[in-house]
């Protein structure tokens, strides 16, 4: 086997040994955790979307006033 296979194989059964290690460790349930995650990505999400909308609701009022003083 060459080089390439075994730190490639190598990096296989870290990266297995270590997603086994955590899930023994875990503080809390898959279900809970998930749950957990979910709400706290819909509150990213909302937040993201609010100030998008923001953003545009500025842009389009500094380009309405733009145009307004583009007018001779």
Known sequence: MNN?????GGFL??????TLTGLMIAPKSGKKMRSEFKG??????D???DKVD???????SSLDSFKE???V
Request: charged share 25%.
């Open 13 to 18: 059964v870290g990266a297995a040994l270590g």
């Open 4 to 8: 390439t296979g075994r730190i490639l």
């Open 40 to 45: 706290k990505f819909n509150s990213l999400k």
């Open 54 to 60: 923001e953003y545009a609701k500025n842009g389009k």
């Open 47 to 49: 937040t993201y979307n």
């Open 69 to 71: 003083k583009v007018k």
